[in-house]
């Protein structure tokens, strides 16, 4: 799974398909400007990634010349290659626009099972997806919320920080019953965690 620079977050939720529009400028015509932040973020999704589908998310207020607020986020895909982009929304001479835009990619495919990041809990893990997502953190929450609570599923955020919680990408679901552990979200990003697993020299 290839990931570029790092990645960080952030209200509506729409279903972009990013058609025609190859990759290129995103300066636009006075009049032809975007009127909300998720056009504004739908647009440059289709100028960067023709072709790409899936979910973004944006603030739902007008963003002020201040940065510093949520982000835009999306991941989308075509066919097994994934992308997860984020960024900032300002304004500019009263347009929409994106700062600090990050993005991390990925072919969607099951990694070779490995020791846990940072080594924070026993066994092995394997993931499909890179993106932002902090596998150390969603393991933690399944472990001290799931298996120490001896429930048999819960509800866990994928991202760590303050702008954590933004499903469809950040809340994963986890089943702890048996001895493998899934917890996967929406879009199908997962992480399968074999607790008991030693890893081998």
Known sequence: MERSGPLRLGCLVA????VAAGCGSSAHKA???PKTIEQAFVRLLAERHPGFRGPSKCPSKQPGRLTGGPPCVAEIHKGKEYVQIWAEPASRNGEVTFKNVSTG???RHWSTYSRPPQRISPGLIS????GA???RFLLLGADG???QAHSGSCTIGGFDGQWGNWPPFSTFRCNVAGKLIT?????GDAVRWRPDTRATA
Request: contains cysteine.
């Open 15 to 18: 279903l972009v398909a990013l």
């Open 31 to 33: 009049g032809d400007a």
């Open 105 to 107: 990619s990925w072919t």
């Open 127 to 130: 993931v499909n997806a890179a």
């Open 133 to 135: 997502y902090d596998w």
């Open 145 to 147: 919320m799931c298996r």
């Open 183 to 187: 917890c996967r979200n929406t879009l």
